[in-house]
């Protein structure tokens, strides 16, 4: 497959991606990379949609990770967990070349979206950004936009189409984001005019009209109430039957609820880089894990 001929419909309609039949999903199975990460040997063989090997990231001449190698299923919930500073949110702006924008940050290493090389010298970053969507932390709609607005505004950006499309796409989304039924009546109103929860419900349809294939969330319940954090967890639950999704969290609760895997990084002394230390199955990592920095982190012995 073609990065740059790479079309949306392509990569993201799930139909005709199943009606494909067996020979789309047996290209689909990547072989079992080499591990440098301590905790990744054994994973098994599986349909991936990111794959990462030997990813090594800076900043200047600081390291922030070492050696990063993780495979994330297509379909699935993957939730990045550590102590701060360790990582995580450095890694996962990487999957999508968020972390170029920081002057100085650069990787080695291969970051594969479905088979592609996103950091093959020939590919823009922008198409990149487009099939791998983010989600913040703060919540960030457009200030000077209504909330119909907010939501189409990177649509916009690629040409015109036409108003009948529009609406249909500002309806699927809000409804996905589980945000329809509390603003189908007030379209026109201003998005930050939203409490904070469906300001980071709104960010995530923004997210999702853009049709990514994988969508990033670097904590986004972090500053939210309980109830807003149920309608997102409940948001993703249904997202992931469409997307990828790969979330960063400080929660373990809520990561031992909504992911399917959970990767725990950690620095084993200060001023080391980031390390992925381990990587599995959720229900494994969180009831019998391998390694005892990971038990002792998600027992809430540390961190």
């Not at 591990?35 to 390291?63: C, D, R």
């Not at 450095?90 to 979206?113: C, Q, Y």
Request: charged fraction near 30%; aromatic fraction near 6%.
């Amino acid at each position: 497959m073609d990065f740059k001929d790479t079309t949306k419909e392509q990569a993201l309609n799930t139909d005709q991606a199943d009606e494909s039949g067996s020979q789309r999903r047996e290209s689909a199975r990547l072989p079992e990379p080499q591990h440098s990460s301590e905790g990744q040997a054994g994973e098994p063989i599986t349909e991936a949609t990111v794959v990462v090997e030997n990813l090594n990231m800076y900043y200047g001449s600081f390291k922030a990770l070492k050696d990063v190698g993780m495979r994330i299923r297509r379909h699935r919930v993957t939730a990045l967990i550590g102590p701060s500073g360790c990582g995580k949110s450095t890694f996962i702006r990487s999957l999508n070349r968020m972390h170029e924008i920081v002057p100085g940050a650069r990787v080695d290493g291969k970051v594969l979206l479905e088979g592609d090389d996103i950091y093959a010298k020939d590919v823009d970053p922008v198409r990149v950004r487009r099939r791998v969507g983010m989600v913040f932390q703060k919540p960030n709609p457009f200030p000077t936009m209504s909330i119909y607005d907010n939501v189409i505004a990177g649509i916009k950006l690629g040409g015109k189409r036409k108003k009948t499309e529009l609406d249909n796409i500002v309806e699927k989304t809000l409804r996905q984001a589980a945000l329809w039924n509390e603003v189908k009546d007030k379209l026109k109103d201003g998005g930050t005019a939203l409490s904070g929860g469906q300001q980071q419900r709104l960010c995530i349809a923004r997210t999702l009209a853009m049709e990514p294939e994988v969508i990033l969330m670097d904590e986004p319940a972090s500053a939210l109430d309980p109830v807003s954090t149920q309608k997102i967890e409940d948001a993703m639950e249904e997202l992931k039957k469409r997307y990828t999704v790969v979330i960063v969290t400080h929660n373990m609760q809520q990561a031992a609820r909504i992911s399917d895997y959970t990767g725990f990084f950690y620095i084993e002394n200060m001023g080391d880089p980031g390390q992925l230390w381990e990587f599995d199955e959720t229900t494994k990592m969180f009831s019998s894990p391998n390694r005892k920095e990971t038990e002792d982190y998600v027992t809430g012995r540390f961190g």
